[in-house]
């Protein structure tokens, strides 16, 4: 007969107290994953408004405003691995706090920018807060939820990236209405005091029991190959040469870094990024799926903001209230996509989700200035269904695919190559956008001053700029600029329509299909093997 003691577990996995409160908890991550979810998003309707010269904008050329976004994303990037070693060394919730002030004191400098020089460098201070946010959210949510759960509970954290992109746009565009541009900025502020405090009071700290030594060199190789990579890229773009020596000079530069980085990882008995995980083929089939559909995603929400604000004509409020149906998908698909897995498996419905997203970007080479704006509704809905049945099965496989001990250098891992992803899709996509649209409005552009024509030929705000001072003679320009960018936005879609194809062919080869039916004891074999 056993006793009571015999019965008992012999080291709970989660205390009590923690798993009472474990959605309370599960809410405060949502909402400090909200504000670096949210900050991109309404970054993208003000976009436009930060192009436009002073007082009303900066004046921004699209490489700055490339530049804008890829500054935030590169340091997020680049950082983020180190940020999930040093929350699994120092403690999570300790990292969560720091790195939500340094991204609040971020959102304020970049407020008051006075140059797009100046917001570049406080977007990159956001960036840095940020890096120490999103991994530390995802490893303390594993560890106050049991296994079973975890799956449920991702797909809830990932359905707050949709809440994030639906919120994002629309208080953008409020934003804009009534107050200057930085405003999209300083709103950051009150929001980051209020997960502050409710950190503070809810949030329990945890840590790895066996970290990893912090990689300093590894650090500086990837954020300097993945800098000289991506200014190499968008100042291809600016050129529309890409066979320009600076250009091919600086891409070449960065690759090396980057393939030196690799070899130093490998050779690192601390690398930053262990790449003997990566002879795991799911697991790098997962991570390729984050990092190829936000390289996608991120090229075409870039371009999809001119569309409907120059093109269009619509305001930034407008344009947020736009992509609702994009967020609405999201929050609606991506906590109950688990329940697509458990029915047709993740091969089968990640495969779906990336094939949904590949025909929506060759939709945008459909649309035209004069095209029903309900189609693009309809387009925006369905990308975000896509991304739905894509992130919440992939996140699921990444974490588990490592010890709960290593939680935040799984969650890392999956947001660094999500970042990394983005950035080079605003980047490559930002850049054939450019090149496309230089091609298409240079011979219109003749009976401008020599001085002005290469600026004006850099994107369909600088053309629409110049035409706007030209006053009636520039008038002649407004419809050669719209034809222009919606042949270049045209391009730019099919080639992210063909990267999204891309990613379709490596999680259908190497994604799992469905499990098997659990048979007894599977429970503790898997367990014992997420302990091993």
Known sequence: MTSPADRAPASPRIPEAVHRRRWAILGVLMLSLL?????NSILNVAIKTISTPAPTGLGATQSELE?????YTLVFAGLLFTAGLLGDRLGRKKVLLGGLAVFGIG????????SPGELIAFRAVMGLGAAFVMPATLA?????????EQPKAI???AGGVGLAIAIGPITGGVLLDHFWWGSVFLINVPIVLLALALMLWLVPDSRDPNPGRVDPVGVVLSVVGLVLLVYGIIKGGQLADFGDVTVLSTIGAGLAVLVAFVVFEKRSDHPSIDVTYFKNKVFSAAIAAIALVFFALMGVTFFSVFYTQSVRGYSPLQTGLLMLPLAAAQMIFAPRARLMVDRFGNKATTTAGMLVIAAMLAAFATLDADTPIWILEVVFFFMGTGMAHIMTPVSVVIMQALPREKAGSASALSNTFRQVGGALGIAVLGSVLSTAYRTGIEDKLGLLPPAVRHTAGESIEATLGVAA??????????TPANDAFLHAMHVTALWGAGVALIGT???????PGKPPAPQPGDEEKELSDARS
Request: a negative charge.
């Open 35 to 39: 504000i670096v979810v949210l900050d």
């Open 67 to 71: 530049w804008a976004i890829n500054a």
């Open 107 to 114: 959102s304020a400098l970049a407020a008051f920018s006075g």
């Open 140 to 148: 303390v949510l594993m560890n106050v939820f049991e296994r079973e």
């Open 155 to 157: 797909g809830i954290w």
């Open 469 to 478: 001072r030209l006053g009636p003679r520039g008038e002649a320009l407004v």
């Open 505 to 511: 062919v490596v999680v259908a080869l190497f994604l």
